[in-house]
């Protein structure tokens, strides 16, 4: 028996916007889909989301919305969460998952030349 399937809407370099309703919206980006199934270990998953946006996978966190809900963002941290958020996908054809990349910025940079 096949395990359950979802078509990964993988979304990175936008940003989120509140409508008048609360809900959210992601706007602008880049945007890949990748077929992700119940057997896919979370590493793997986020290895590959890396390699599709030519990032650091150490510095980006994967979220989405549940079915139904545009208001609170679920983060997937482990497998335990990428399974779930399959299930919750189930019925749906598409999952979007949003991708947000955490600049890493030196504590401290002077910008000021080393003049005396």
Do not use: W
Not at 31 to 51: G, L, P, Q, S, W
Not at 64 to 74: A, Q, V
């Amino acid at each position: 028996m096949a395990g359950k399937k979802v078509i990964a809407i993988l979304q990175s370099g936008g940003e989120f916007e509140t409508n008048q309703d609360g809900s959210l919206s992601y706007r602008g980006g880049d945007a890949h889909a990748r077929e992700i199934d119940e057997n896919m270990k979370y590493r793997d998953f986020k290895r590959e989301v890396a390699e599709v946006f030519n990032s650091n996978h150490g510095n980006m966190s994967i979220k989405y919305f549940l079915p139904g809900n545009k208001k609170t963002l679920i983060t997937i941290s482990d497998d335990k969460d990428l399974n779930c958020m399959i299930k919750f996908h189930a019925n749906s054809a598409t999952a979007d998952i949003y991708v947000i990349t955490e600049d890493v910025v030196a504590a401290h940079v002077s910008n000021m030349s080393a003049s005396r």
